[in-house]
């Protein structure tokens, strides 16, 4: 540090040699905060009536040079300005206290700032605060529950594994519904965070009415993220910061009542299937003693994450930097399969002119991450040789792990009661690993040509490289299971290179000026060009010679030989390209910080319909009232209280919805029609009918109206907002059915029919229970995040109603079933209400009806507090989602009687119909109309939850020893995520879009973690 | 800061001038459908991509399922559930299939048979005119398999079939009526005797026992003739078939399902490495052998479904050469007394062998569309419903004597519905697998008294162990895609 303080006393000097003459000394200190006592960074530090000034840096430090008689002033945005006369001290150490009058919260808007006071828009800003030292390997997870109206679902517990992320409802039906998420400036793939670091984050903001996102047009229609990554301040000394977790992941509970060994094969020899069928009951005792595998615990287990963060950040005169290095290591809670480590490198740098005129700015991070991520859970429910969750939820207790030879699984003997014994194989002998490297990286300048005149510009780039690797090794159950006859060395490798690089370069001119002191106005205009380009080619060979062998190694491939065709290898490649072009602008303006107007008008132009509607206008207007600087509010009880209001219309360009990274290239040409080539009859090349066209295709517009209410009151104790909004999505792109006789089997076309409404209201409440005046006093503050969501579809063309599909009136994915009404007491059947209302046993597709129920909750959000006395703190979140319905198939599977022999069971079986008269829930295990469930709502849940989604406490070190220690903070704390769920749901994970079968649940996270800065 | 504003005009200047190149982007490796057809080698490219679309796997998988022919195996987890259970919805997979793998290849064909038009025939008209006959061979083949799971009655004209189409469709949002089986049966005859007069080319590439050439068409004459009831027609058909297609002896038998004989093979779909089907197809569109069993027809195979007793039983303990190739009996676990064993799933299992695998695929072989067994069973209902009883018993035994590999006795039929009893009888093995089953009962079953005859010991886990002759469920629905977005397809009754 020395070191530090001696570079910064030379620039001091060199600027400040008259007063050196006066016997300047340096004075040193820490600017806090009263509210929480942490640090308060970016603190102007000016030495009265001079031009002498400093500011503190992330940690609140500061050093000014100032004579025994000069007086320091403190001042903050938001805060009451404090002046200390120096005097004969050299470290002043200053808490500030909010300033309720001025509380000028910065604002983070679309391609601009503004403070609380002016901005006319409905958004919401997180901190890093929030998002740091989480155990979440993607930010997103972290997010869920902090905005409201911002719905995060993560159906799979893959370390960084992707979570599906809507604003206010789903707009689409087949679009992308996803926000755009813009990190410093770079638009970026919303389905891939699992390489960043979220302890990078300075700030998330949440931009959710159309005043906010018109401006971006055709990109904005689901809502935009603003991510700023930490940055350093000018003028502070060299300035470390760590953060580092340990944490442990579980799985969460379960309440399906599931059968131990003897149980299950004696309900194996009561319906006479199965090994227990074949059991003496002395035989049936001895293996239920020797075998009781609960093979959850076999699959899942305990998985470790460490996770460190080493910040460094310094500032001079015209220069400063954040550099930051990431390691991150963290296992799934699948064992041996789930795995993710990866490195953060992140440099931002801010330089400027002396004369401020000119500023730029570099951001810059490059990831490498390794990820094992086992592949056929999500939409591979039932493969018994390929999930690994399917294994652990429904095998037999009675087979034991150690039935497994390791490089024996060629000759594990197939039967299904064996699956966990295929599985287990496959964990040993299959590799699926993502290497990938993302790189975000941004320069931006501006120069004030005039006073009143700047012109900005701004060009970054995401660029993603992914290597996927996919190998069954030679010696595997399912290389061998699906080897060709007389094929000795089977097995194949997939090798993958994807690439992607997008490119976003934005220009502008902005225009501003006060006049006659209270009216400001300011006018922007700008061009955005995004272009973005994805290669990827691979190869899958087949054949190993186990001699040699290695996961991602050439030397064991068998090429192919005159004898057969066991070895011929496939290549793949494809070349895709996407684009946008626009132009746009805003006018904002501002009467004595009362009244405020803005309005945004985009031009956007699509690669996706170069061949129909190439360009669309999308424009937004936005006011606001703030009614508590009128006069008459003067002795109210609100510090602040502001009434907005916006209207305008956004775009949806991305017509095709494909989960995962990479979406930005799907659908690139669907208005033209297509041939392809390749394999036909007999597998000889030929020519067959590839994409049917629709010529007429058009981005969806979403028009949305938003009015708002943000306060402050009883002495700022009380802050929040308040939003009701209507969405409503025109153009809707719906798969539209086409006859498939007339289409050669084609069944749909998307096409831009109907229209889709989401409505509801959005609130965020923050109250101060407890706030203590002094420091180390109590305080408490309880949060309310929620959100209300009401979807309807109003228009489906002219088509009308698509059976079974979706209905006018009805909402986004909603379940066409009959009710089911329990067991026939007669005969043990399945009882259903048909069409007509009238009890029968045989249902069909004519009796499945729309119910109003869907997956998607009606209400959700937050509540829970923090506090903090002395020097602990605590935090508590509390996450709930109401009017979530889910079909549950893996209790669907526990009560299956046709899998008894080959798969586990929940006790519940056993209260099956025996005979006339039983009154019970669960069929007769010969029910003869079983199958006819799966038109019904029998295996329809109620997935609402309550969950403790977070929790923390932990110590900040007193100043007192920091001081002693040469440290300027230090914190350690223990956390635990997704604790406690209540929930009717009875499967690990209440939380997901997807009915549950075999999926992979997300855990529950305890982790402890210090912090600390020098 | 001169520098700053050449910077500044630099960024400008960029961004407009170079909008056009975000915007307009043709992807690379697009065929557009205008340039697709340039040349008579296109034709035949095109005729690939038709054939490709040919499939008779649902069809099999279904009849399989939904009749006597199979039972649900040991590793069973829930295939077929539905359709055994007589559970026939609009939804169903196979019907889905079955409908739109032959309106794929109907379009594909009228694709042709328009591009064909716009093309100069000179350039090579031998290979034009064998090319575009196939095209309607294929279209005469796809409306009658459609009439023929898709019609109430094939001797009703009047009774409805499905979308009859003989253009590339030109509003793709289009409702069009249901044709009659009147109109169908017009038009597959005509295509027939276009096909007729134009394949006669020589070109090795798309000819063969797996292409449509002259003895295809007078197969699907004759089958389509006897399913009209127009027996007389019929006989012609087959016999002049029979002349050049024997019955094959038992190891010729054997091996055609091997696909190394094809003695009696008439028409075949290949299945090839590396086509569309290759791949498992529990359900359908996969290899043929996957609908019962997930690996291969070995006891670690994974057999889902498996033969039912009642046909098993049949021919258990004969010397009958459609046992060995319809059960694989080395690696089958035959329990005799599984009529009383509760765990019979599990100790009684009966691989079915018909498609063991080719090429080193297991369970991938040719689809037999017509065989000349099939022609001498035709014959053996001609005779029956000429009330030829003697003559039909002939064709029977002659059919007998050669796969049981040695002379049978003549059936003595007493009664017409006798002789039909015992035609559907032996179509019921000799077809096995084929994907005849649940046609024949629809057509036949109350001529023959005779229909849907499971094991009561499978019964005992079924809904139910038969289905009338003259249930709805003997006639598919129009799948709900159909009826979604065409509103003039009419829904079949029942449904």
Known sequence: MKVKNYVLVMVLFLLNTATMLAQEKTITGTVTSVVDALPLPGVSVIVKGTTRGAQTDFDGNYSIKASANETLVFSYVGNKTVEELVGNRSTINVALQEDVASLEEVVIEAYRTSTAEKSNIASTTITAKTVEARPNASFAQTLQGQVAGLNITTGNGQPGGDSQINLRGVSSLSGNTEPLFIIDGVPVDEDNFRSLNPNDIESLSVLKDAGATAIYGNRGANGVVLIKTKRGSYNSGLKINYIGTSSFSVLQNHDYNLMNSREELQLEKDFGSGFGATLSDAELAIRAQQTNTDWLDVFFGTGLTQSHTLNLSSGGENINSFTSFGYTDQEGILKKASTLKRFNFRSNINGKSSNDKFNYGTSFTFNYSESNEPNSIDGAAGTVNRNFVLGANQSLPYISPASYIPGEGANIPVVFANTPLFLLDRRDTYTRREDEIKIIANVNASYKITDNLTFRTSFGGDFTDEQLLRVEAPNSFNANLFALTGDNTPGFSDQDSRRSVALNFNNSLTWSKVFADKHSLEVSLFTEYFKAHRRSFGFRQLGFDPATFSPGDGAAFVDDNANDDFYVDTGRASVRDAGLFSYFGYVDYDYDSKYGFSATVRRDASYRFSASNRWGTFWSVAGRWNISNEAFMEDSIFDQLKLRASYGTTGNQRIIDVVGQFAYFAGPDLTENFFNTGAQYGGVNGLSVGQIGNNDLKWETIIQGNIGLDFALLSNRLRGSFDVYQRNTEDLFVSTPIAPSLNGGVTGINANVGELQNSGFDVELHYDLFKSKEEGGLNVTLNVVGNYNKQEIVSLGAGGDQPLTRRVGGVIGELFVAPYMGVNPANGNLLFLDIDGNLTEDITTNDQRATGKNIFPDYQGSFGLDADYKNFFFTAQFNYTIGVYRSDFDLQGYLDPSAIGQFRHSRDILRAWTQPGDITDIPSLNATNTSDEFLSDRNIRNSDYLRLRFIQFGYNVPKKVLDKIGFTSFRAFVSGENIVTWSKWRGFDAEALNPSQNRYPTPKTYSVGIEFGF | ?495
Request: aromatic share 10%; net charge negative; proline share 3%.
């Open chain 2, 1 to 495: 800061m001169r520098n700053i504003y050449k910077l500044l005009s630099v960024c400008l200047v960029f961004t407009v001038v170079s909008c056009n190149d975000a915007i307009e982007i043709d992807q690379p490796g697009r065929l557009g459908a205008d340039n697709a057809f340039q040349s008579v080698v296109d034709l035949k490219s095109g005729l690939l991509g038709a054939y490709d679309f040919l499939d008779t796997t649902s069809e099999i998988g279904y009849t399989s399922a939904v009749t006597d022919e199979s039972f649900r195996g040991r590793d069973n987890g829930g295939q077929n559930s539905n359709t055994q259970n007589f559970n026939i919805n609009s939804n169903n997979g196979y019907v889905f299939n079955i409908w739109t793998r032959n309106y794929g290849a109907i379009g594909m064909a009228n694709r042709i048979i328009a591009a064909a038009e716009t093309l100069d025939r000179a350039e090579d008209p031998d290979l034009y005119d064998h090319v575009v006959g196939q095209a309607y061979a294929i279209r005469a083949f796809s409306h009658f398999q459609i009439l023929t799971y898709f019609s109430t009655d094939y001797t009703n004209d009047a009774a409805l079939a499905g979308i009859l189409l003989t253009e590339p469709t030109s509003d793709i949002f289009a409702s069009v009526a249901r044709s009659t089986n009147g109109e169908f049966y017009a038009q597959i005859t005509s295509d027939l005797t276009t096909a007729s007069s134009l394949i006669n080319g020589t070109d090795a590439d798309t000819s063969g026992v797996t292409f449509m050439g002259q003895d295809f068409i007078t197969a699907l004459r004759a089958r389509m003739a006897a399913y009209r009831g127009q027996y007389a027609a019929a006989d012609g058909f087959a016999a002049s078939l029979l002349a050049n297609y024997p019955i094959a002896d038992q190891a010729q038998y054997f091996s055609m399902y091997d696909d190394a004989d094809f003695t009696e093979v008439i028409f075949s779909l290949e299945r090839a490495t590396g086509d569309t089907y290759d791949d498992q197809g529990t359900s359908g569109t996969g290899y043929a052998g996957s609908l019962w069993a997930f690996i291969d027809a070995t006891a670690g195979g994974g057999p889902f479904m498996e033969i039912s007793r009642s046909t098993f039983n049949i021919m258990n303990g004969t010397s009958d050469v459609r046992l060995p190739r319809a059960v694989n009996l080395a690696e089958s676990s035959i329990d005799p007394t599984y009529a009383s064993n509760p765990n019979f799933l599990n100790d009684d299992v009966l691989i079915v062998w018909k498609y063991p695998g080719s090429n080193g695929q297991p369970l991938m072989n040719d689809l037999k569309i017509f065989r000349s067994a099939e022609m001498l069973l035709i014959r053996a209902e001609a005779a029956a419903d000429a009330n030829q009883l003697g003559v039909a018993a002939g064709f029977i035994k002659e059919l007998r004597d050669a796969r049981f590999g040695a002379p049978q006795p003549l059936p003595a039929y007493a009664s017409q519905t006798e002789a039909f009893g015992g035609i559907l009888d032996e179509r019921r093995l000799e077809l096995l697998f084929e994907g005849h089953r649940w046609v024949d009962l629809k057509r036949l079953g109350n001529r023959g008294n005779r229909a849907i005859d499971r094991d009561a010991k499978e019964c005992s886990l079924l809904a139910g162990c038969t289905l009338g002759n003259d249930d709805f469920r003997f006639t598919l629905p129009i799948p709900l895609s159909e009826t979604t977005a065409n509103s003039a397809a009419e829904q079949n009754p029942g449904y």
